[in-house]
């Protein structure tokens, strides 16, 4: 780190930056000593931070890394997309795997489009609140942040390592484009700066972060938000909510958490007319 890079932050206080000490550390003469893990700096010991007993500090880096660039990059409210990574774009619904995939590519476009009224809106803010955040991956995903791009927007992407990588789609903002380890944290993230939820078609991963939402507005850990839930005859098929509330395990309350729509404009209404936090 130079002079001309250093953050007036840097140059106020009277040690020096980590850079420079990493610098230093590997200016010295090759000794069995020097050469020992044990001599390495702590920071600059990937053997060490992957150690097992280090988890609570890898925690702690992957909350504090996107949150520190989100602050950075003056975003200070999101819209989160919820969707299947495996719903196609109406122009690939043909090779879908299944028909009912084929059909719900409508979805897609919805996405889009809900995506792009969203981003004009955060747009009028500077583009510091109502911003597009997705999972950055595929399907759902990829229809939002693609949504937020045709319209000039930035958008989030909160990727995460799986046994079959996926990248992220080409239309994350790729200062906003972050990749986890830990899906609690990334949950977190997803839900720290939420002014509305929109929840697609989708599946384990889809149903995983919905129950999440729900249940900390439930229990009022949150604040309550609008949960939108695109395609009522999908979500009713997989998930009787009177059920839950007719065997008393939630109560009649906690069926208004959701609201049923259609179509992007019916989406951006109620987000419209939600009461201001």
Same mark, same amino acid.
């Given at each position: 780190?130079?002079?001309?890079?250093?953050?007036?932050?840097?140059?106020?206080?009277?040690?020096?930056?980590?850079?420079?000490?990493?610098?230093?550390?590997?200016?010295?003469?090759?000794?069995?000593?020097?050469?020992?893990?044990?001599?390495?700096?702590?920071?600059?010991?990937?053997?060490?931070?992957?150690?097992?007993?280090?988890?609570?500090?890898?925690?702690?880096?992957?909350?504090?890394?996107?949150?520190?660039?989100?602050?950075?990059?003056?975003?200070?409210?999101?819209?989160?997309?919820?969707?299947?990574?495996?719903?196609?774009?109406?122009?690939?619904?043909?090779?879908?795997?299944?028909?009912?995939?084929?059909?719900?590519?409508?979805?897609?476009?919805?996405?889009?489009?809900?995506?792009?009224?969203? !981003? *004009? #809106?955060?747009?009028?803010?500077?583009?510091?609140? +109502?911003?597009? %955040?997705?999972?950055? =991956?595929?399907?759902?995903?990829?229809?939002?942040?693609?949504?937020?791009?045709?319209?000039?927007?930035?958008?989030?992407?909160?990727?995460?390592?799986?046994?079959?990588?996926?990248?992220?789609?080409?239309?994350?903002?790729?200062?906003?484009?972050?990749?986890?380890?830990?899906?609690?944290?990334?949950?977190?993230?997803?839900?720290?700066?939420?002014?509305?939820?929109?929840?697609?078609?989708?599946?384990?991963?889809?149903?995983?972060?919905?129950?999440?939402?729900?249940?900390?507005?439930? !229990? *009022? #850990?949150?604040?309550?938000?609008?949960?939108?839930? +695109?395609?009522? %005859?999908?979500?009713? =098929?997989?998930?009787?909510?009177?059920?839950?509330?007719?065997?008393?395990?939630?109560?009649?309350?906690?069926?208004?958490?959701?609201?049923?729509?259609?179509?992007?404009?019916?989406?951006?209404?109620?987000?419209?007319?939600?009461?201001?936090?």
């Amino acid at each position: 780190m130079t002079d001309a890079t250093k953050t007036a932050e840097d140059r106020a206080h009277p040690f020096p930056h980590s850079d420079e000490d990493a610098a230093r550390a590997r200016q010295i003469p090759d000794t069995p000593q020097t050469r020992s893990p044990a001599y390495q700096l702590a920071f600059t010991d990937r053997d060490f931070l992957l150690r097992e007993e280090l988890r609570p500090v890898r925690l702690q880096l992957e909350l504090l890394k996107p949150q520190m660039l989100l602050d950075e990059a003056g975003v200070e409210s999101t819209v989160v997309m919820f969707g299947g990574a495996r719903i196609p774009s109406p122009e690939n619904a043909a090779h879908a795997r299944t028909p009912a995939l084929a059909r719900l590519s409508a979805y897609y476009e919805e996405a889009r489009l809900f995506a792009q009224d969203m !981003t *004009r #809106r955060s747009l009028e803010s500077g583009g510091r609140d +109502f911003v597009i %955040a997705t999972g950055g =991956g595929p399907g759902v995903m990829e229809a939002g942040n693609l949504g937020a791009h045709e319209v000039g927007g930035k958008s989030i992407g909160l990727g995460i390592v799986l046994p079959h990588e996926q990248a992220p789609n080409i239309y994350v903002t790729p200062e906003l484009c972050f990749n986890f380890h830990y899906f609690a944290i990334r949950k977190m993230h997803f839900l720290m700066r939420a002014r509305a939820i929109a929840i697609f078609p989708g599946g384990f991963g889809t149903l995983d972060e919905t129950f999440e939402a729900l249940t900390l507005i439930q !229990t *009022r #850990r949150m604040a309550r938000v609008p949960v939108l839930m +695109f395609g009522r %005859a999908f979500w009713e =098929g997989i998930i009787n909510w009177k059920a839950l509330a007719e065997a008393g395990t939630i109560s009649e309350e906690d069926l208004g958490l959701i609201h049923y729509v259609e179509t992007a404009q019916e989406a951006v209404a109620i987000i419209e007319s939600w009461p201001a936090p």
